[in-house]
């Protein structure tokens, strides 16, 4: 129900910019981690996915949910595992389907709302755990936002808290956002490595994938309109995104859930800030940080970024 408008993110020069914010940290920050443990989960339709832990007998357990083209290997990801794990959780980080560095077996990949595989892995870890807390970002946030308040699945009982950085909670907004000048090196990274990962789809099937339509590609919501949507049996980019959007069911999400935007995220339009679902829904947290990027929220030398401690004071807050 609160929507906050938080001033503790104050960073230095020149990480007012939300640019600045977005790149600093895929760049530059070093990080240690504790080695992850990888396990290999076969699902249902003879796939896999691979998971990787931070485990230390723990009964609380949070499970991360990287971006577009991010895996448990992401600085953001990497950062919240060490915050979480040194403060009483045991942390799983996913890996989408072809994001683990092998592509995976079967034709569909991943994408916004492909809630079935998070379903899969909390079903597995589940019963070793008295609570559960799920936490995404980017792409990843919207994936939990979905699966929390979609009622596909039934939700476990010991999912307590979530928490959301940085969604684009309105799919179509924010493919026309990142698709703008302004954003291109964005647009073209993203693109760089889902063509890669196209290529290698249309070796496995080629009678499935018409790899003629890559150079109809320009920007994100082209492949969506050729590849993401067709391939998980969406019409088009359109009938993708009207679907797997989060914003239509955050006012059906039932238990405890932040999500942190900042207001300079070059990603997102102003329809990726949900004041009203979020006065609507009185288990909805919407914070509102002037600055951060998309992702961003750097700490320069500091152990932990800013979001990654606002996630570690929600979730812990019982």
């Not at 916004?112 to 892995?121: E, K, N, V």
């Not at 002037?290 to 019982?318: A, C, D, M, Q, T």
Request: charged share 25%; net charge neutral; with cysteine.
């Amino acid at each position: 129900m609160p929507v906050i408008t938080t001033t503790d993110y104050r960073p230095p020069f020149p990480f007012t910019n939300g640019h600045v914010n977005t790149i600093f940290p895929s760049l530059f920050r070093q990080q240690t981690l504790p080695p992850y443990r990888r396990e290999r989960i076969t699902t249902p339709d003879d796939d896999f996915l691979d998971i990787d832990h931070l485990h230390n007998g723990n009964k609380s357990l949070a499970i991360l949910c990287h971006g577009l083209e991010g895996s448990s290997a992401s600085q953001y990801i990497q950062g919240t595992a060490l915050a979480l794990h040194a403060n009483d959780w045991d942390v799983t980080a996913m890996n989408y389907r072809s994001c683990s560095g092998e592509i995976n077996r079967q034709i569909r990949m991943y994408h916004s709302g492909a809630t079935s595989d998070l379903h899969l892995i909390i079903q597995y870890l589940e019963k070793a755990y008295e609570r559960i807390a799920l936490v995404g970002f980017s792409l990843g946030g919207n994936l939990v936002l979905k699966y929390l308040g979609d009622g596909i699945y039934p939700l476990n009982g010991k999912i307590e808290r979530a928490a959301a950085i940085s969604v684009p909670v309105d799919l179509v907004g924010g493919s026309v956002e990142i698709s703008k000048r302004k954003n291109i090196i964005y647009d073209r990274r993203f693109l760089k490595t889902l063509r890669k990962k196209i290529l290698e789809k249309h070796q496995q099937f080629p009678d499935a994938i018409n790899i003629s339509d890559l150079n109809k590609v320009k920007t994100i919501r082209d492949y969506d309109d050729y590849f993401t949507g067709p391939i998980h049996g969406f019409k088009d980019a359109a009938d993708y995104y009207e679907k797997c959007n989060s914003k239509q069911f955050l006012t059906a999400i039932k238990i405890p859930t932040l999500l942190l935007q900042a207001l300079d995220d070059p990603f997102l339009p102003d329809s990726c800030y949900p004041i009203k679902e979020t006065e609507l829904n009185k288990q909805l947290t919407l914070m509102l940080s002037k600055y951060g990027g998309h992702v961003g929220f750097s700490l320069p030398g500091k152990s932990h970024y800013w979001e990654e401690l606002k996630i570690l004071e929600y979730l812990s807050n019982r």
